[in-house]
């Protein structure tokens, strides 16, 4: 059966399920908040079957210990001039999300309303990957880190230049140092390449388990890609089911090349 949030996903992904009278769900009027679950009820909720939405636990307030540290490289971050990118910005754009969020979302670079308003995706592309989070029970407030490779905008939207890669990096390794996530899901060419030291294709990169250190990386496409070309909603679906999978322990059989077994 499919859940209306799922529903929602593909809806918001374009894709359209024949689903049997019998078996759709009605609306709910709380159906679109992200499930707020007991602890226990989330443990339970962890083992559930292949398929289910990911649920994840309530955050706990954040580490005491790491809450300066997050604030001082913030600090750091907001004032950086390690690259001509600092003279073209409005603002660096440092990451959002619960310092103790269970996945790392990375994306590129800030774009025009990032810039703007300080947060990573609050544009079209943002509001894609939301509602393709929500699909597996995350959302920004709650449950996932949302960061990117590049924390000022480059102009024009401009692919990142190697050099400005190497110099903002640092970055966000100190953040993944500091938040630890079980998983990573790196959306696009930019971020993939970036994080893996590769210079494979997206389409090559998908539907393995990578690691950034001992962390699991899974790769899909960027949303704004998905707006553009519509036809590749469904691979990224497969490939948030496929990471959901992974940060439950089911993607664990994958192969040792990290194919999907
Ligand atoms: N694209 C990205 O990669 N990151 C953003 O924050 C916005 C658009």
Redesign the pocket.
Known sequence: MLSRRRQQYLDALGIDLWVSRATAVPPAADAASPAVLTPGEARSARVAAPGAPLSVPPVAPPDADAQPLWQALREEVLKCAKCPLHLTRTQG?FGVGPPRADWLVV?????AE?DKRGE??V?A??QLLDAMLRAIGLDRTSNVYIA?VLKSRPPGNRDPKPEEVSACLPYLRRQIDLLQPKLMLA??RI?AQSLLGTDAPVGRLRSKVHHFGAIPLVVTY?P?YLLRSPGEKRKAWEDLKFARDVCQGLGQDAGSDGHRA
């Open positions: 754009v994306g590129e670079a800030p774009g990032e990573p995706f544009g592309a943002g990117n959306v696009g971020a960027h704004a």
